[in-house]
């Protein structure tokens, strides 16, 4: 089991980035798969979730700008990043469990694997 991720990069405020994540491996499709982000000094948070259903969480801080999606039939993870500020500055990983996403949704302990991480740096 191997998540890929590919995209991120560098911008300037208000630039846009799509980050992607394959899932190789999986017999089935992860019941729930979230992105998540790490800034240097800080703790790991959860940016977006979404589950087999669809169903999606968003941070606060990242509602309406940010939009998670899924393509099963490619098993890619999407994460569509608009109006990007330097707040957004950080590496970011997606990650994949077969548990529910219910009650969990941004608990990074609760997922089993994680992609390899990839650098978005937003300029003023």
């Known amino acids: 089991v191997q998540l890929v991720q590919s995209g991120g990069g560098s911008v300037h405020s208000g630039g846009s980035l799509r980050l992607s994540c394959s899932a190789f491996?999986?017999?089935?499709?992860?019941?729930?798969m979230g992105w998540f982000r790490q800034a240097p000094g800080t703790e790991r948070e959860g940016v977006a979730a979404?589950?087999?259903?669809?169903?999606?969480r968003y941070a606060d801080s990242v509602k309406g700008r940010f939009t998670i999606s899924q393509d099963n039939a490619k098993n890619t993870l999407y994460l569509q990043m608009n109006s990007l500020n330097p707040e957004d500055t950080a590496m970011y990983y997606c990650?994949?469990?077969?548990?529910?996403?219910?009650?969990?949704?941004?608990?990074?302990?609760?997922?089993?694997?994680w992609g390899q991480g990839t650098q978005v740096t937003v300029s003023p």
């Open positions: 990650a994949a469990t077969y548990k529910f996403c219910s009650g969990f949704w941004f608990s990074t302990s609760s997922y089993d694997n």
């Open positions: 979404i589950d087999s259903a669809g169903s999606t």
């Open positions: 491996g999986y017999i089935y499709s992860p019941r729930c």
